[in-house]
C-alpha cells in the first residue's frame, strides 16, 4: 500500500478528551438542577456533533435546536478549565516525527472547533508537524458525512487510496469509509463504540506506527 498520508481525528485520537467532556456535560446538567446518569452521557461518545447537542436539550429540556444548544452552553457553562497537555495520548509525538521522517503529510480533520483545534495542538507543540488542520464547523454536515474527509484530502493533495485515517468514533470510523480512506481504529474499552467498520484495531498509537509501517 502506497501511503502518503496519514489523517488524525483530534477526540480520542490526539488527546483522550472523552472522560473530561463527558464531566463536563455532567456539570452543566448539575447547573441546571439535573443529575445525569452515566448511562445517559455515554450515548454521546462517538455520535456526531448534531446528536451530541440534540441529546444535551432533550436532558435539559430546553427547546433549542443544535446550534442554539451549543450556543447556549458556550454563553452559560461555568466550569473547571484543564490543562490540555494532561490529556495528550502516549505515543503521539513519537508517530508524528516518524511519520514526517518517511515524508508523510499529516493533516487533523476534527469536528470539534477550529479554536479548540489550534490551542490543542499549540499547547501540545505539535501544530508544526500538520500540513493541513480542518474543523468540521467549516461544513453543513458533521461526520458521519464524509464532507470533512474529502476535503481534507483535497488540501492534502492525495488520494483517498494513498491515505489513512486514525479515528475511534463511530461516526468518524464511517465518514472516513465513506471517503473510502482506509481507517486505524484506537479500540475504545470503555464506552461500547461499535468500531466494526474499520479496517484495522489498534490498542495505542504505537501499535498504529507499527502498523503503517507495515502497509508501507
Known sequence: MNIEAVIFDMDGVIIDSEP??????????????????????????????????????SWLQLDKNALEMDAYYRETYQ????????????????????????????????????????????????????????????FTKSKPDPEIYLYTLHALGVSANKAIVIEDSQAGIEAAKQAGITVIAIKDHRYHIDQHQADYLVEDLFEAYQLITNLV
Open 20 to 57: 473530561y467532556n463527558l464531566y463536563e456535560f455532567y456539570c452543566f446538567a448539575q447547573q441546571h438542577g439535573i443529575i445525569l446518569p452515566m448511562e445517559d452521557l455515554q450515548k454521546i461518545i462517538g455520535t456526531s456533533h448534531e446528536v451530541t447537542w440534540n441529546y444535551l436539550a
Open 79 to 138: 466550569g473547571e478549565t484543564f490543562d490540555v497537555t494532561d490529556f495528550l495520548q502516549p505515543y503521539l509525538k513519537f508517530l508524528l516525527k516518524e511519520l514526517k521522517k518517511r515524508k508523510m503529510k499529516l493533516a487533523v480533520a476534527s469536528s470539534n472547533d477550529p479554536d479548540i483545534i489550534e490551542h490543542v495542538c499549540k499547547e501540545n507543540g505539535i501544530t508544526s508537524y500538520f500540513d493541513s488542520i480542518v474543523s468540521g464547523r467549516m
